[in-house]
């Protein structure tokens, strides 16, 4: 499992260096005069701060079997690509519906934390 969520950190970091290069250079001026310029750079923020805390996870992982460690990486996954995926959707598409579905990629990051809490609290002695 650690190497599944390795590899997918690995491309999520990837993606969110690419996607922000792009986005500065490439987009910024659309972005900017559509006003999703700043959504635009909290959707690669969040992709980047939960990119390293599922890397921590699958590094956690090497050394301990918890199936806590597992939701709590399936979790921020999945609160990436809803969270991040719909505010980038909504910036080049101009779907504003998606801002309805951005708030449970955050309840799923908030999942994430919660389940690497209790890893913490239930393995380590």
């Known amino acids: 499992m650690h190497k599944l969520f390795l590899i997918i950190s ?3 970091g990837m993606l969110a260096v690419g996607l922000g290069a792009f986005g500065a250079h490439a987009f910024k001026d659309k972005l900017a005069a559509e006003g ?6 909290t959707a690669v923020q969040y992709q980047f701060y939960h990119t390293l805390a599922l890397l921590g996870i699958a590094l956690l992982m090497i050394k301990y079997e918890s199936q806590w460690l597992s939701y709590a990486g399936y979790s921020l996954t999945f609160g990436t690509l809803i969270f991040s995926g719909s505010l980038y959707i909504l910036c ?3 779907m504003k519906w998606l801002g309805a579905i951005t708030p449970v990629g955050g ?6 934390w919660i389940f690497l809490l209790m890893f913490a609290l239930k393995s380590l002695e």
């Open 10 to 12: 690995s491309i999520s």
């Open 36 to 41: 999703t310029l700043n959504t635009f750079q």
């Open 92 to 94: 080049f598409s101009g």
């Open 107 to 112: 309840l799923l990051f908030i999942l994430g």
